[in-house]
Every structure is written in C-alpha cells, then in structure tokens.
C-alpha cells in the first residue's frame, strides 16, 4: 500500500504577510517538510496569492475543492486555519464538504483531530477568534483612518495643485493655483471659465475637470 496523498493548500493575501514570515515560499517550504515527515506524497499545492480570507471564489481553492470530490487526495495540509479563511462560518462550510469527500484538513496550529468532537470545538473556536480579531482590526482601522484626516493628513493618490509634506503620514496643502481656483469659484465663475482664466494667470493647461476636482479635494481637506 502506497503513502496517503495529500494536498498542500497556500494562501497570501498581501505583501505585508510575506514580510511578517507567511509568504508563499515559507509556507510551501514548511507544508512540504510537514508532508515529508508525515510520510504523506504530496499530490499538488494549491495557492492562492493576492486573495482575503473572506472569499471563497479563489480559484486555488475551487480547484481543490473539485480535486477533493474527485479522490485525487484524502488529507489536506495547511500552514494555519486562517489561512483557509478568516470567517468562521466559512472555514467551517468548506471543511465539512471536504469531510463528505472523505477528505480532512489538518493544520500546523491545531494539533487535534478536526473530525472528532473535540476537534471540532477547538477548531470552531480558533476559527472564531480569527473571526473577530479581522473584524475588530478592519474597526481600529477605520478608526485610525477617520483620525488621520481629521488631523489635516491626506489618504490616498496625491491630488493635481496641491503641495506635499512627507512625516509619518502624507499631508497636503493647496497650491497658489488651487487658492485661485477657490477665490474665481466663489466669484460665483463656472468651471470652464475659471479653467480659462486660470490657463492665462499661471500659464498652464487646465481642463474644467481639474477645476472640479481641485474643489472637490478643497472640500475635502474642508478648504471650500
């Protein structure tokens, strides 16, 4: 009788996981080590790079949900449960399908059997965890960003006539020629005939799309 087959399942959703040691060529190096010491014959890795947790829609994942139904592997390997997904409802919909497969998961962070009672428990309450720490980060980072504009810091591409300064977070300040846009503007000008005006002063080539979006972005930093 040969090794079992398994499958080694990859997921990085950003850059800042690869730095912070979950990069795909760490987790794949670590699942194959896994494999070799379980004595399991790797079938094929499934990664998924560039894609939350939160979807399920990844076509890694699709294709070794397909591979499972079709017996090509009976264990699947992976570096942590919230790499699988983040969501607890999901993590459990797609380990169950698995399970009617006759395909477990195992991961390197849960040292149980997910099939059994207590495994499953555990595995629902690590799930869980990684559940709320996303939604309580994805709270403190809204926060945080409503606290970085109040504070006059710009988030986002750098805006056409606006100067910049460059500390810990990007801070924008209207140009000469965005005050002149504001003032032609509450002259009550429209915004071709500020364009005009304003091409003639600062020798420039300015559409009246720039001149909406300048205010706009006055408005934003509340300079309207």
Same mark, same amino acid.
């Given at each position: 009788?040969?090794?079992?087959?398994?499958?080694?399942? +990859?997921? /990085?959703?950003?850059?800042?996981?690869?730095?912070?040691?979950?990069? $795909?060529?760490? &987790?794949?190096?670590?699942?194959?080590?896994?494999?070799?010491?379980?004595? =399991?014959?790797?079938? *094929?890795?499934?990664?998924?790079?560039?894609?939350?947790?939160?979807? @399920?829609?990844?076509?890694?994942? &699709?294709?070794? $949900?397909?591979?499972?139904? #079709?017996?090509?592997?009976?264990? /699947?390997?992976?570096?942590?449960?919230?790499? %699988?997904?983040?969501?607890?409802?999901?993590?459990?919909?797609?380990?169950?399908?698995?399970?009617?497969?006759? /395909?477990?998961?195992?991961?390197? #962070? @849960?040292?149980?059997? $997910?099939?059994?009672?207590?495994?499953?428990?555990? =595995?629902?309450?690590?799930?869980?965890?990684?559940?709320? =720490?996303?939604?309580?980060?994805?709270?403190?980072?809204?926060? *945080?960003?409503?606290?970085?504009?109040?504070? *006059?810091?710009?988030? *986002?591409?750098?805006?056409?006539?606006?100067? /910049?300064?460059?500390?810990?977070?990007?801070?924008?300040?209207?140009?000469?020629?965005? @005050?002149? +846009?504001?003032?032609?503007? &509450?002259?009550?000008?429209?915004?071709?005939? +500020?364009?005009?005006?304003?091409?003639?002063?600062?020798? +420039?080539?300015?559409?009246?799309?720039? $001149?909406?979006?300048? %205010?706009?972005?006055?408005?934003? @930093?509340?300079?309207?």
């Amino acid at each position: 009788m040969g090794s079992e087959k398994s499958a080694l399942y +990859i997921r /990085v959703s950003t850059e800042e996981q690869a730095e912070k040691g979950a990069s $795909i060529e760490a &987790q794949e190096e670590f699942l194959e080590d896994w494999a070799k010491k379980e004595d =399991f014959e790797v079938y *094929g890795t499934y990664t998924d790079k560039g894609y939350s947790g939160k979807n @399920l829609k990844r076509p890694a994942l &699709q294709k070794l $949900i397909k591979d499972a139904k #079709n017996k090509k592997f009976s264990v /699947v390997l992976c570096y942590h449960n919230d790499r %699988l997904s983040r969501d607890t409802k999901d993590a459990l919909t797609i380990t169950q399908e698995l399970l009617r497969y006759e /395909v477990r998961f195992r991961f390197s #962070n @849960l040292d149980v059997d $997910i099939t059994s009672p207590e495994g499953e428990l555990f =595995f629902t309450l690590q799930a869980g965890f990684a559940t709320y =720490f996303r939604k309580d980060l994805a709270r403190k980072t809204k926060f *945080g960003m409503q606290k970085i504009k109040k504070d *006059g810091y710009w988030i *986002g591409r750098i805006p056409d006539l606006f100067e /910049v300064e460059r500390e810990k977070h990007t801070k924008v300040t209207p140009s000469k020629t965005a @005050l002149r +846009i504001k003032e032609l503007r &509450q002259m009550k000008l429209s915004y071709r005939k +500020i364009a005009i005006k304003v091409a003639e002063e600062f020798e +420039i080539d300015i559409n009246h799309v720039k $001149i909406y979006r300048t %205010l706009k972005t006055l408005e934003k @930093l509340k300079l309207q």
